[in-house]
């Protein structure tokens, strides 16, 4: 076997070898152009998203009224909500208790029948105070773009306040706008720790299907019939 990795390491070297920048200044000008090019396309999204959605971000403290909060799922540690996850349902339950919000929608995934985001968060709102009949469950937010539709089209939510951290909140306004949504959205604070890293990074790829789905509007991965959860709460 070391024949034939030897001989594959010798041509991987030729091939790094042989790419060098252009020698002509005119070819090293157009690499230069092709690179900055590049990055400008990749930034693109992430640039959309702080344009139009940075304005709408607020705190709990200066959220306008809406009827309904959208509370976007963020992991569960042994069946419970995630530290990030807490933070957001705090600051959901915040709202709910200063009369920003009548009720609480929120979004996750249950995908398996042994993980289920919305029940977990249900339990812990209302371990902190919330009426469980002010609690809504989306169980098929599989993603950003399907919560913020799901919002729309299956629960008929026209207006709310949108709750997550300060590096996910610009695209989820994004989203929720697009999908029909007048929307603001508290950004809720977050440890600097290596999750907060790996969702900040994380965001920048992810603005370019953030872009795609608000240019196209794709059907949520499950749609179903409309329900009449959102609509009961608020009475």
């Not at 200063?98 to 812990?124: F, I, K, Q």
């Not at 469950?137 to 539709?149: E, I, L, P, R, V």
């Not at 949504?181 to 299907?209: H, L, N, P, Q």
Request: proline letters at 6%; one cysteine or more.
């Amino acid at each position: 076997m070391r024949e034939p990795v030897a001989g594959l390491v010798r041509r991987i070297r030729g091939g790094v070898s042989r790419l060098r920048l252009p020698r002509t200044r005119r070819g090293q000008r157009r690499a230069y152009q092709a690179v900055v090019a590049a990055t400008v396309l990749a930034l693109a999204p992430a640039t959309w998203l702080n344009a139009t959605a940075g304005p709408r971000v607020r705190t709990v403290a200066d959220a306008p009224a809406a009827p309904v909060a959208i509370v976007f799922g963020a992991g569960l540690w042994d069946g419970k909500p995630s530290p990030y996850l807490a933070h957001r349902l705090d600051a959901a339950a915040a709202l709910y208790r200063r009369g920003t919000v009548r009720a609480l929608l929120v979004t996750g995934d249950n995908s398996r029948h042994d993980y289920d985001e919305p029940d977990a968060m249900r339990g812990y709102l209302m371990h902190h105070g919330v009426p469980a009949r002010k609690i809504v469950s989306d169980y098929a937010g599989f993603d950003t773009w399907d919560s913020c539709s799901r919002a729309r089209r299956i629960f008929g939510v026209d207006r709310a306040v949108l709750v997550s951290q300060g590096f996910h909140i610009r695209r989820a306004l994004a989203l929720c706008t697009a999908a029909g949504i007048d929307s603001y959205g508290v950004g809720v604070a977050a440890t600097r720790d290596v999750t907060w890293a790996y969702g900040g990074v994380r965001e920048i790829f992810a603005a370019g299907k953030a872009a795609a789905d608000a240019l196209l509007r794709p059907d949520p991965q499950f749609l179903g019939p409309r329900e009449k959860g959102v609509t009961e709460a608020l009475r």
